[in-house]
């Protein structure tokens, strides 16, 4: 008797974790766009009761996969205001959009710091997958950025959209900035930005061009498969020495 109460209340126990360890903040899009409308979210599998500018949510959120009557978008306050989530939580934008009315973002909590090693810990993560697409004014706040191979980033903000926070690239992902020339992306982001780990290169993991007109897109692309040529010849030449 003893062992089967033990079994059963271990059991519980693990499912009432796992029911934690995936309590998320939907997206439903059901009442309008505007983020901050707590009608458009779906808050059963959470603690959170309220989604408010410049608040920090304590949870996952997700949007999408779609599609919706509405598809998220950040509207124009006064001020400039930025959907705000707790350190080490997750937003994933999955095959869907979020866009601002006006000049505002996403970011984490006050207080983040320049080093890139930091965010998505002492900030949140942002993952854009499946098509998905991230489309905020700027990011503050060691917001650590992914984005998958399918998917893009489009800032609308010049100055410093990628204020205190790094973005981490797959190849075939597309980043762009409507206010930031090559030149701008150059001196200000491109220390910010990481392809498959490794430092984005222009030219080597990154292609970065003009839009046409005051703004910028980077693609990032696979190393050139003549970067691996030397190691080649270095093992063919190891193999005609041994015969």
Not at 71 to 83: E, K, S, T
Not at 124 to 141: A, H, S, W
Request: aromatic share 6%; with cysteine.
């Amino acid at each position: 008797m003893t062992k089967r109460i033990l079994v059963t209340t271990v059991g519980v126990f693990s499912l009432a974790l796992a029911c934690t360890a995936n309590a998320e903040i939907k997206w439903v899009g059901g009442a309008s766009t505007d983020v901050f409308d707590e009608a458009n979210w779906d808050l059963r599998g959470s603690s959170v009761t309220a989604i408010d500018e410049n608040v920090t949510i304590t949870d996952d959120v997700r949007i999408g996969p779609g599609p919706f009557a509405h598809d998220a978008q950040i509207p124009d306050l006064a001020g400039q205001v930025r959907l705000q989530i707790a350190d080490g939580n997750r937003l994933t934008i999955d095959g869907s959009i979020i866009s601002p009315v006006g000049n505002d973002g996403v970011g984490g909590e006050p207080g983040g710091d320049a080093d890139p090693s930091n965010d998505g810990v002492t900030g949140p993560i942002v993952d854009v997958i499946n098509g998905g697409q991230f489309n905020p004014f700027f990011i503050v706040n060691d917001v650590r950025l992914n984005i998958d191979g399918t998917s893009s980033a489009t800032f609308g903000g010049g100055g410093n959209p990628i204020n205190l926070s790094s973005i981490y690239m797959e190849p075939g992902a597309v980043l762009s900035f409507l206010a930031e020339t090559p030149d701008a992306f150059t001196t200000e982001h491109l220390a910010k930005v990481f392809v498959g780990g490794a430092a984005a290169v222009d030219g080597v993991n990154i292609m970065l061009a003009s839009d046409g007109g005051s703004g910028s897109v980077i693609t990032a692309v696979p190393e050139p498969a003549f970067s691996v040529l030397p190691l080649i010849a270095a093992i063919a030449l190891v193999f005609r020495k041994r015969r």
